[in-house]
């Protein structure tokens, strides 16, 4: 399992508290958003909370909602130019974007590839397991090595949670978290909430309802954040083993901020009234030790969203999925390709929302050195 | 320049675009005080002409060579619903300054087709260019210094017509324009 000692300062824990200290990492230590000699340190918010000297997208926690607003306003303009019939701007002319995955990814590693191509960048993907990591180098050497390449933006994903925290202290490009281990996945957490304005207007206020595996999601973190910080009413419900500590019966001590100020249901029935949208998690096996969930026919019968628990939601309400899904289990093929299913535009809004934050990097690092 | 003299402006400037074009013409403004000037010509054109015109409006900010500084704001959708290719297409913005914003547009146009040709039209030019760009309809040239910015006030915006020349202190309390 995923330990983090790649994201330093994080004392050993013992087994079985996975969630724990990746999320400690990133609470304990948001200086490692920014480098060592950075210039600016400590520039003043400009622009109504744009700090304008953001070098990193690491997680939702240190945005601030005027930011985030920017970057969905600016979703708009960006999905626009992908409605062109020639969707290419040379806004990103010259810059390279590097995208690293240490772990399989179809939608975001595209996804990333496909913003920064639109807006004129060149895009370099490389894959772990084709790489000389399979040889042994360690993760510091493979991006110093890749860095001093030239690139401007390394877009990443690791197994291991604050990774991306770790190498955004030691290299001088952007780092934009595209999901690390069980932490965080901000730029899925922008284009749910980007999706969900789209649908129903202003976010705050309206009730979203998450279901399933909270305490491995990375998804779940950044949409709390998101969520919370656009004045949403979050719920969530799942099997105990799966929430997180905090919300998990007879745990107390909360693995991460992100989790307060949060509804707790135990039956789903309940979780869905009143939704305005009905998220279910993917139960994503490759993260799971033994013993969280008996039997994944029972989780389906328990906590499956089909057409009639959809049913208990708000009309109209959106039926969302950060992908890739299991149909059958946590969703019902029915529901999935419904009319309320928003899920393929979910990866479509991804696009622009990438765009919309390469832009906000680069751009920012034209002229700021 | 007061709310009778921008509206005078605008009239001529519309006169002038149906003197100078035959065949009609479309009108695109720039984001964002662009966008509610071209929408009033368009309207001018149309009560004059007695025939729709064709309107759009183009955010030229992902075409600019100094992004970084126009980056503080989100890029808004540009809406060009009508083919451009082969027609007359007058640009229109608020100031014309550095010429950096229209070298920009006339990029962005060409995203969209190919025009017979492009022209521009602007509610003030302030001098200072920093490429060869020029105005075809200026509604009033104003001579500043680069330390100085114009503000152009419109109802749709700013709730008032009209504009004013903003003296070098008052230029920096305000941020400063981009031209």
Redesign the interface.
Known sequence: MARTRVATRTPERPHGQSGKPEIETSQATPAAHRKPGAARPNQPP??GG?S?SRRNVLDLDDFSKEEIE??L??A??????LS?D?R????LRGKTILTLFFENSTRTRVSFEQAGKV?GADVINVSASASSVSKGESLLNTVRTLEAMKIDVLVMRHPHSGAPYYVASKIDAAVVNAGDGTHAHPTQSLLDLYTMRRHLGDIAGKKVTIIGDLHFSRVARSDVWGLRKMGAEVTVCGPPTLLPYGLRPGTEQADSAAFTGINVVDRVEEALEGADVVMPLRIQRERQESGNLPDLREYSKLYGINADRLALANPGALLMHPGPMNEGIEISSEVAHGAQAVIEEQVSNGVAIRM?VL??LC??????E | MSSDQLRRALVRISHEILEQNERPVAIVGLHSRGVELARRISDLITSIEGVETDFGTL?P???RD???????K??????ITFPVDDRAVVLVDDVLYTGRTIRAAL??IR??GRPSSIQLAVLVDRGHRELPIRADYVGKNVPTARGEDVRVMLEEVDGTDGVTLLRQSEATAYGGGQG
């Open positions: 400009m622009f744009l304008g920017h970057i306003q600016s708009d303009g960006m999905n626009e130019v062109r020639v290419k701007t040379p806004t807006l919309a832009y906000m751009a920012r690092s034209r002229g700021g | 955010d900010r992902l075409y100094d992004s970084d500084s126009a980056s503080f989100p890029v808004v959708p540009s809406e990029d962005a995203d969209f």
